[in-house]
């Protein structure tokens, strides 16, 4: 029994009755329309947010408020420094016990300058990395800590540059992000050159999975064993269903044995007169 | 009737062998256990005239210990906890073992005879630091005799009796620090002198029945004081200032202090340097070691003292021995080359000197402890008990060792396993020939007894002796299973030793580390050891070796260094002092043309150095280089990190040295993750198969990389031990990384769970065990990792056209589309260890040790820790072994491999293969060793040792007469038919 899911549908229930019952209030509903937001950015923009999963622990209601902020994206090409390459938006959601984490992600790519491509066609011929790094504190950007992937450059040419960012966060902080292609890469990579020099770039944010809770079923075994004896019992077989292997040679020696018996008879019969005859040709046969 | 007889006889024989557990009388076969003590730091000898002649020891893995002073067997040996380290021990009552242990705040006593604890007493010290015991000799309240334990300012009485406090006197006073205690024969009083902040000595008076203060005395000192104190009379001792180069003489009469500064280089010449005071227990006597010379010192009269002896080289010094009222020896042990010489002084003269030859590879000597006897002659005899650089224990006696203890063994920082020579053809004769006929005979009948069951119990104990001389299983060649091998394990003293699988022991050992020493490697330690080179194809012939990897200093920037030593003889091939540090080594899985495994040595500055040197190496790394990776996790910063190699290196030009490059970082949050564990699958691990089949013929791809890292982080509150967070504070967060590309695979949290962590990779799968805080118990939980990329590979007839991935080679690069499984069970027992059974092609079925808290080892069939598990679990899934799940894992009394033995103070277990498919060896080692061989799956491809061949053969016997018999019985019938 997931208890997420039953806490979820017993605060839905009390919602219910509590709006049934007393005050009805009119106001729409915040947090829904921001569970949806990501699918509602513009098909114009590359980057696809999708929802966050939330923590099955915290209270929906309790988020109170939120903020924007934006940090780049560094990337460097080879051995070369790193430079600014794109701007992550996204949003700060504060909840009122504390905790904030960050939703809505969006990403633009800044457009590729004749050296970085320079830069870039070099790289492919290498078969050398291609480095991105963020910040791991979204909120002081200016920390020294960053989060850097790499992949190597000839990953990512197809149509255009396809990249795609999974980004591991624990509230605002960056743990991890997963940088490479959109698809498969092969291997060994070939050479290839994009046709369009742009990055079409996918986003994905993603959050820690609870882990379910070890079930403690002592009622639920003794259930299941009671379920097991009433509901797997296995149908009655008939009675020749179960013994047939029993009755049958029984069944041979009877006729075996009246048949002997009716012949001894039948001999005794023919023979009636003569008794003492009688134990050799028992004998005999 | 017969047949059926027989029919019955041999199911029951085939039943046997599906027994999981050995039988009580297999114990030994294959399996063998070896117990140690580790590295004596106190010892106290109890060689009263009746009774066994014993020496109670103490050591550095919190052992106390009962050795017989004969033959060096341990009589009894109890292992305290990790944090309870001995402080001190000492005899009471002539029948009591007391050791003062955990700074000071807990005081046991155990049974001198059999090791029985008969009291223990919490002193509850509120700050524990350095405190020491005294057991009162003369005093007796009743007939209990008192035990003084002092800590700072604090004195306690302890009844030796039953452990009661009989009382306890707090001086308080801050910065007073007890230093000695004694009492006067036949007085009630006892004396306690301490320093105050190093610059008053103060005296206390105290009543030795009530604990009543009578009086006090301070005394301003004229010299900083340091600790070291050395008691010489009843009314005067001498401690050491803070430089080490000045005495101080105190005196104590009538309730008065009296001190007197006495420089040391007025009594001893040529003094320069450290000085160091050896305790003492009376007599005017008092001995100062410095680093030149040990000098024996005599108090004369007031403040006048006497140099009555001097020993010229450094040696090591006993602690004092009183002989009688006047007499104080002392033992002073020099080492040279490999012999030792043996000096007992008394009352700083010369008495005797004994000089042995010792084997070069136990180093120098580490400490002495000396004990006399009584001669034949009535004259005084002495031996020593002797802890050499290896922690090994020696006795020596009238000028020889009578036994010795390879007690470094009880600390195995590292082991690998190495192959033993191949079975040279004529060279050895193959066959032993039994030695007698008659033995011959004899051997043959127990078996024969045995095997009919009319054998009597002396014959069970004569047959099993008989098995455990058995040469097969002892020789020094290579055998067809592979179940001889040798375990090469290296210790913390740095000295490696070869151990035979057979039965344990010893075939070559060696201590490296003082062939190295000079100027430019100052303090030599063996970090690690790895495989060198490994028989295998071109080099079958070739002599295996291991490679030991170890540091000049104690820092991480000092000088490396290297050895390669032959694994047959412990001979050392090379020796190298590196140009540079070393961090880590890393083993590559490429080798150059002679065979020798291609090793990285990362050193401090992230440099990359390859070894061996050589052109074809770097040829085969260059190659390589492309495709290699390497990743640091640093547990300091939260912070794992990814590199690559490039050519040329920050710090030289060599050829052999790589650069590195930073190509991915995983950043915890400091404030809310810390990481407690990390694991990873082993570079040798073979894989049978990567598909599964699932319970309705569906296939499911495993993902096996071995790239695969596992990270357990948890919050910064529940770092502490178990109950230092509350749940809600607490959670377990568990990584799946990909090394390579510093990819997150896959992230869980575990609320309210905690650390400590234990976690085996293998396969596809993880299993990792934790605390839970909010179910009160521990938990395991196990996740396995399948591809779902390659799913589609279902379609035979795509098999069959060759129109599949499966042999696509796979690379990190590509965005793996994986699912994984998860289950979580209660665990009953909190955990030491945990590793995996591996077999050589890798099909038999794995089943986990884990290393309980009782210093046993469990084995854990893998099914019991499958996601798959339900709690009605279909027909079909039964069928397939499928085992209904219930919230926890069974421990079944016969899993355990380690059957009636414990592993004390188990560090880590060991699994390697052996050559036969079904058996794996399995190696566990703490203060004790436990070797033995397992078949998880039972041995499915070989005839047990215990099948009964005789059972057999009178089988078949039986049935040929028969159908003999039979036969004839059916031609006689006919014949009677014919003849009718």
């Known amino acids: 029994m997931n208890p997420s899911l039953s806490f979820l549908s017993l605060l839905s229930l009390l919602l219910l009755f509590s709006s049934a019952l007393s005050f009805q209030s009119d106001e729409l509903p915040f947090n829904d329309d921001d569970e949806f937001e990501g699918l509602r950015s513009s098909p114009g923009s590359a980057s696809v947010a999708p929802p966050v999963r939330r923590r099955p622990d915290l209270d929906i209601s309790s988020a109170s408020d939120s903020k924007s902020l934006q940090f780049s994206l560094e990337h460097s090409l080879g051995d070369s420094e790193f430079s600014v390459a794109g701007t992550f938006t996204a949003r700060l959601k504060s909840w009122t016990h504390g905790a904030q984490t960050l939703t809505k992600l969006r990403f633009t790519r800044n457009a590729i300058s004749d050296t970085e491509k320079g830069l870039f066609e070099r790289l492919l011929e290498d078969d050398d990395f291609y480095t991105i790094r963020i910040p791991s504190n979204v909120l002081n950007p200016s920390g020294k800590d960053y989060v850097v992937s790499s992949v190597r450059a000839r990953c990512l040419p197809r149509e255009s540059l396809d990249e795609h960012f999974v980004i591991h966060t624990d509230g605002v902080n960056v743990l991890s992000v997963n940088y490479g292609s959109a698809g498969g890469c092969q291997y060994p990579r070939p050479l290839k050159s994009p046709s369009k020099w742009s990055f079409s770039s996918y986003t994905v944010l993603k959050n820690s999975e609870q882990a379910p809770r070890t079930p403690t079923f002592v009622e639920q075994i003794i259930a299941s064993e009671n379920a097991l004896e009433e509901g797997l019992q296995p149908p009655e077989k008939s009675f020749w269903a179960k013994y047939w292997m029993y009755i049958l040679p029984i069944g041979f020696v009877l006729v075996n044995a009246m048949a002997q018996a009716a012949n001894a008879a039948a001999e005794d019969q023919n023979q009636g007169g003569q008794p003492s005859q009688r134990a050799p040709a028992v004998r005999r046969r | ?980």
């Not at chain 2, 009530?210 to 340091?226: F, P």
């Not at chain 2, 990792?785 to 690379?811: C, E, F, W």
Request: contains cysteine; charged residues 20%.
């Open chain 2, 1 to 980: 009737m017969e047949a059926r007889f027989l029919l019955g006889f041999l199911l029951l024989l085939s039943l046997s062998s599906f027994a999981f557990a050995i039988y009580e009388d297999q114990v030994g076969l294959a399996d063998w256990h070896k117990r140690y003590i580790g590295k004596v730091k106190h010892a106290v000898f109890h060689t009263q005239k009746t009774g066994r002649r014993r020496v109670v020891v103490s050591t550095e893995e919190n052992a106390i210990a009962s050795l017989d002073l004969r033959t060096g067997d341990i009589l009894w040996r109890h292992v305290l906890g990790k944090n309870d380290a001995v402080d001190q021990i000492g005899l009471s009552l002539g029948k009591y073992v007391l050791t003062l242990s955990s700074q000071g705040s807990v005081l046991r006593a155990w049974n001198l005879p059999d090791g029985q604890m008969v009291w223990e007493t919490d002193l509850q010290i509120s700050n524990p630091s350095n405190s020491f015991l005294h057991v009162l000799g003369n005093v007796k309240s009743g007939r209990d005799s008192l035990s003084l334990v002092c800590n700072g300012g604090s004195i306690r009485a302890v009844s030796s009796i039953d452990g009661l406090v009989v009382w306890k006197k707090d001086l308080s006073i801050d910065g007073l620090k007890l230093k000695h205690v004694f009492q006067p024969p036949e007085s009630d009083t006892i004396y306690a002198i301490g320093f105050i902040d190093s610059s008053l000595i103060a005296l206390y008076h105290i009543n030795a029945k009530t604990g009543e203060l009578l009086k006090h005395a301070t005394q301003a000192s004229s010299v900083d004081l340091s600790s070291e104190i050395s008691a010489i009379s009843s009314d005067s001792l001498v401690a050491l200032d803070t430089s080490r180069s000045n005495l101080l003489l105190i005196k104590f009469m009538a309730g008065t202090i009296t001190n007197h500064k006495l420089p040391l280089s007025d009594i001893v010449q040529d003094f320069s340097g450290l000085a160091e005071l050896i305790p003492t227990k009376s007599n005017d006597i008092f001995v100062v070691k410095t680093p030149s010379n040990v000098a024996f010192i005599k108090v004369k009269g007031d403040n006048e003292i006497e140099l009555i002896g001097k020993a010229d080289e450094a040696g090591i010094v006993s602690d004092s021995l009183t002989l009688s009222e006047e007499e104080q020896a002392f033992a002073v042990v020099h080492h040279s080359n490999n012999a030792i010489s043996l000096q007992v002084r008394i009352n700083g003269r010369e008495a005797l000197t004994e000089g042995i030859k010792i084997e070069d590879h136990r180093g120098h000597v580490k400490r002495v402890f000396l004990n006399n006897y009584v001669r034949t002659d009535k004259s005084h005899g002495f031996r020593a008990l002797i802890v050499m650089e290896d922690e090994s224990l020696l006795l020596m006696q009238q000028g020889e060792v009578v036994w010795s203890r390879e007690d470094g063994l009880a600390s195995i920082s590292d082991a690998v396993v190495a192959e033993l020579p191949v079975e040279k053809e004529g060279g050895v004769s193959v066959v032993e020939v039994e030695h007698t006929l008659l033995e011959w005979l004899k051997g043959h009948m127990l078996k024969l007894k045995g095997t009919l069951m009319l054998s009597t119990p002396d014959d069970m104990a004569a047959i099993q002796a008989m098995h455990l001389k058995s040469t097969e299983r002892n020789k020094m060649t290579r055998d067809h299973n592979g179940f001889r091998k040798l375990i090469i394990v290296l210790t913390r003293s740095g000295k490696v030793y070869a151990l035979h699988t057979g039965d344990g022991r010893i075939v070559w050992a060696h201590l490296l580390t003082p062939l190295l020493q000079s100027e430019s490697c100052p303090s030599p330690s063996v970090l690690t050891l790895r495989n060198w080179r490994v028989p295998h194809r071109k080099a079958l012939q070739e002599n295996p070796s291991i490679l030991l990897v170890g540091r000049c200093g104690a820092g991480p920037e000092s000088h490396g260094f290297l050895f390669i030593v032959d694994s047959y003889s412990g001979k050392v091939l090379e020796t190298q002092i590196l140009d540079h540090s070393i961090a880590e080594v890393v083993p590559l899985p490429l080798a150059d043309s002679s065979e020798q495994k291609l090793h990285l040595v990362i050193d401090d500055k992230l440099n990359a150095h390859l070894y061996p040197r050589g052109s074809d190496a770097l040829e085969v790394f260059v190659r390589e280089m492309a495709n290699m990776y390497y990743y640091k996790v640093e547990n300091a910063k939260e912070v794992i990190k990814g590199y690559a190699f490039k050519k040329g290196c920050s710090t030289g030009s060599s050829a052999y040295c790589f650069g590195t490059r930073e190509l991915w970082s995983v950043v915890f949050p400091s404030d809310s993750e810390r990481i407690v564990a990390t694991a990873r699958r082993k570079i040798n691990e073979v894989v049978h198969t990567q598909a599964k089949i699932m319970t309705n013929q569906d296939v499911m791809y495993k993902y096996i990389t071995k790239n695969i890292l596992f990270v357990a982080t948890v919050s910064p509150k529940a770092a502490g031990g178990i109950g230092s967070a509350a749940p809600d504070d607490a959670w377990l967060v568990a990584y799946l990384i990909d090394t390579v590309t510093g990819r997150i695979l896959h992230r869980v949290t575990h609320q309210g769970a905690q650390g400590p962590v234990h976690a085996v990779v293998s396969e596809n799968w993880v299993v990792y065990h934790y605390f839970n805080l909010r179910a009160h118990r521990y938990e395991m939980t196990v996740i396995e990792i399948y591809d779902q990329s390659r799913a589609d590979n279902k379609d035979v007839m795509k098999l069959v056209l060759g129109k599949h991935n499966l042999t696509a080679p796979i690379t990190s690069y590509s965005r793996p589309e994986i699912a994984t499984k998860s289950q979580s069970y209660f665990f009953t027992h909190s955990v030491k260890a945990i590793a995996v059974t591996t077999t050589a092609r890798g099909i038999t079925s794995k089943q986990i040790l884990i290393g309980t808290i009782g210093d046993q080892v469990l084995a854990l069939d893998k099914r019991y820790l499958d996601p798959r598990r339900t709690a009605n679990p279909s027909q079909e899934e039964k069928e397939e072994g499928i085992i209904p799940l219930t919230d926890t894992l069974p421990i079944i009394p016969q899993s355990y491999v380690t059957h009636t033995r414990q592993v004390g103070d188990l560090r880590g277990i060991m699994s390697f293969p052996a050559n036969l498919e079904s058996t794996t060896h399995v190696f566990s080692y703490g203060i004790d060793l436990f070797y033995t061989r397992i078949a998880p799956s039972r041995t499915y491809d070989s005839l047990t040792d215990e099948f009964s061949y005789v059972l057999l053969l009178i089988t078949v016997v039986v049935l040929i007469v028969a159908i003999l018999v039979t036969w004839a019985m059916s031609q006689k019938k006919d014949l009677q038919e014919k003849w009718r």
